[in-house]
């Protein structure tokens, strides 16, 4: 092909009348809203009667703790990972069975996205999204969450290990 000569450029179909007009899309919307109006109501009496969520819901991020001790290794992915910025990690080495450990561990979960970035690149299951959705703060201290507040046992959290096991 010579520098003077071009591709010949093929175009997508041209749009119909009816297509131009978007009249049946509007009456597909029209149908969807209708259906929706005339479907039985479902209200949750909330305080009383409690929502439990599956094991795919991402709820507030816990450290995984095993017989005691935590999973993590403070290798900091997920505080490198995370878009929010919400997580600090300072690690620290031992000479027990584990090479490192997390000598600080927090989240602030006011600026905690819920995205699950941290659970995703985590190589030990150590962060994992709960199942607890309820957060209530009166200040903004009590919204960042140390070792002691993070830490959750492995049985509490089994459905969601079994998920991601299955998932990945």
């Keep these: 092909m010579s520098s003077n000569q071009h591709p010949k450029i093929i175009h997508k179909k041209d749009l119909t009348f009816w297509q131009k007009l978007y009249i049946p899309e509007i009456l597909r919307g029209l149908r969807l809203t209708l259906a929706q109006i005339f479907r039985p109501k479902f209200t949750r009496q909330y305080p009383e009667?409690?929502?439990k969520?599956?094991?795919?819901?991402?709820?507030?991020?816990v450290l995984v703790e095993e017989?005691?001790?935590?999973?993590?290794?403070?290798?900091?992915?997920?505080?490198?990972?995370?878009?929010?910025?919400a997580i600090e990690v300072q690690g620290s080495?031992?000479?027990?069975?584990?090479?490192?450990?997390?000598?600080?561990?927090?989240?602030n979960m006011l600026r905690c996205i819920f995205c699950g970035f941290?659970?995703?690149?985590?190589p030990e299951?150590?962060?994992?999204?709960?199942?607890?959705?309820?957060?209530?703060?009166?200040?903004?201290?009590?919204?960042?969450?140390?070792?002691?507040?993070?830490?959750?046992?492995?049985?509490?959290?089994?459905?969601?290990?079994?998920?991601?096991?299955?998932h990945r």
């Design 49 to 51: 009667e409690r929502w």
């Design 53 to 61: 969520p599956p094991a795919s819901f991402r709820g507030r991020p």
């Design 67 to 85: 017989n005691g001790v935590e999973r993590c290794v403070a290798c900091g992915l997920c505080a490198r990972v995370c878009p929010a910025l």
């Design 93 to 107: 080495e031992t000479e027990l069975w584990k090479e490192r450990y997390p000598v600080k561990f927090e989240i």
């Design 118 to 122: 941290c659970e995703e690149v985590c």
């Design 125 to 166: 299951e150590a962060i994992v999204m709960s199942d607890e959705y309820e957060l209530t703060f009166t200040s903004q201290e009590e919204g960042i969450f140390g070792k002691d507040k993070l830490l959750m046992p492995a049985v509490k959290l089994k459905d969601r290990l079994e998920f991601l096991r299955q």
